[in-house]
């Protein structure tokens, strides 16, 4: 069936390392696409889209790119900070009633 | 930005009691209003999608008559856990589409339900 996959977590880096948050997705059709960050305590915020292949998303240093012959929208930052720590969810456009569909999550700390 | 809340954000009941969640869009109106449930290291799942004025739409698998939903104003929708069980202990997680803005959702901070 359609579904979303992340790479589980947690995932602990250091502070201006590198990030890559694999995703991938079932679907037939092309999808829109979506990251989402979920900050301690807080709800689910928009952190990028794209909505057609080869779309590049990019927010807060954040980019993903819509690759549709890999079904993949992978999220990156070239530099992470400690406020980058957060729960991150890859999601893509569900039924006609505009629900999303989810990953699992991936927990990421930076440390200082 | 679009600001969802819910209450409670966290409620301890007894098995057979009933539990009344409420998802709010501060400053906006939504017209769509969706319902997740999300377990221990899980995606979040789609419960029901509710529309303003008319039934919620539940997903298969989903009582309804266990997981009430009604969405009676533009800001408004309530989803009441009915007899609640231990089983129904989880994690319940609103979102608020702004009208005529398919797939721009707002999530609300989620409500942790445990029924002992």
């Known amino acids: 069936g359609d579904s979303v996959t992340q790479m589980e977590g947690p995932v602990t880096l250091s502070e201006e390392a590198f990030l890559t948050i694999n995703c991938t997705y079932t679907?037939?059709?092309?999808?829109?696409l979506f990251w989402y960050v979920q900050y301690p305590g807080e709800g689910l915020q928009l952190l990028l889209k794209?909505?057609?292949?080869?779309d590049k998303g990019s927010n807060k240093g954040f980019e993903a790119t819509y690759r549709k012959e890999t079904t993949s929208f992978h999220l990156e930052k070239g530099s992470v900070q400690v406020s980058d720590s957060a729960v991150y969810f890859c999601a893509r456009e569900g039924g006609s009633q505009g629900n999303l569909i989810f990953g699992k999550g991936t927990k990421l700390s930076v440390k200082p | 930005g679009a600001v969802v809340s819910q209450h409670p954000s966290r409620v301890i009941c007894k098995s057979g009691t009933s539990v009344k969640i409420e998802c709010r869009s501060l400053?906006?109106?939504?017209?769509?209003m969706f319902w997740y449930r999300q377990f221990p290291k899980q995606s979040l799942m789609l419960m029901a999608t509710s529309n303003e004025g008319s039934k919620a739409t539940y997903e298969q698998g989903v009582e309804k008559d266990k997981f009430l939903i009604n969405h009676a104003s533009l800001t408004l929708s309530t989803l009441t856990v009915t007899s609640a069980h231990p089983e129904d202990s989880s994690f319940y997680i609103c979102s608020a589409s702004l009208q005529g803005a398919m797939n721009e959702q707002f999530f609300g901070p989620g409500t942790r339900l445990t029924v002992l």
């Open positions: 400053d906006f109106q939504a017209t769509t």
């Open positions: 679907a037939t059709g092309y999808p829109s």
């Open positions: 794209a909505t057609k292949a080869d």
